[in-house]
């Protein structure tokens, strides 16, 4: 597992509130296939966000530049998307603005 040691949660928990404020979360389905049919892989679709299971944290798919959840099971880097926990149990949801 990536190192998370560093991370200021605090930070990270308020802009998770502010997002959540912010956006209206539907929910799409369970691991890559939500992304897009018959994906294996998850698609970097503008609006989709992964929930990560473990902490609730909800990370863009399609943002520029890099992302880790709180507790570091989702990861996303400029070019892909990582993740620790088992592809189908990483929620996926469809954010728009409220």
């Not at 209206?24 to 970097?44: D, E, I, L, N, W």
């Amino acid at each position: 597992m990536l190192s998370n040691w560093n991370v200021d949660k605090t930070k990270l928990e308020k802009q998770q509130q502010e997002l959540k404020d912010s956006m209206q979360f539907t929910y799409v389905g369970h691991g890559p296939k939500a992304t897009g049919f018959m994906s294996k892989t998850f698609k970097r679709k503008p609006g989709l966000y992964a929930r990560c299971t473990t902490c609730g944290y909800y990370i863009p798919l399609d943002a520029r530049g890099e992302e880790r959840c709180i507790c570091g099971n989702l990861y996303r880097t400029e070019h892909d998307f990582r993740h620790e926990l088992p592809a189908s149990e990483i929620e996926i949801f469809k954010g728009v603005k409220k």
